[in-house]
């Protein structure tokens, strides 16, 4: 059983929105934060914006900045990405990550423990 499970992806025109949602899926873990992370076809995957529950914090990419919003609730493993003013280069793969290890930094795929199988997004002009 996939422990985490990623909704709210589509087909959006540049310039619109999408709010993925992650929740985990029929199991309780714990973790000191969760992520987003996007893979796009033949390119590594990369973080999108993680948050860290014990002191609240967030970290996100340098280019999404402005446009892409994390929340969440960490005692129900959820989290939420709000997306905004949509480009083509957004369109990827999109994966809910948790089970973050108190040692570890954020936007490093390695620290987390558990995975969501992805949902698309693909943007079109």
């Known amino acids: 059983q996939v422990p985490l499970v990623e909704s709210g992806g589509g087909l959006v025109q540049a310039g619109g929105s999408l709010r993925l949602s992650c929740a985990a899926s029929?199991?309780?873990?714990?973790?000191?934060?969760m992520g987003w992370f996007r893979q796009a076809p033949g390119k590594e995957r990369e973080v999108v914006a993680a948050i860290r529950w014990s002191v609240g914090s967030t970290y996100y990419a340098d280019s999404l900045k402005g446009r892409f919003t994390i929340t969440g609730d960490g005692p129900r493993n959820a989290v939420y990405l709000q997306t905004h003013r949509l480009k083509a280069v957004d369109t990827a793969v999109y994966y809910c990550?948790?089970?973050?290890?108190?040692?570890?930094?954020?936007?490093?795929?390695?620290?987390?423990?558990?995975w969501g199988q992805g949902t698309q997004v693909t943007v079109v002009s």
């Open positions: 029929g199991r309780t873990f714990s973790s000191d934060g």
């Open positions: 990550a948790a089970g973050l290890q108190a040692s570890w930094v954020l936007e490093v795929p390695a620290g987390y423990g558990l």
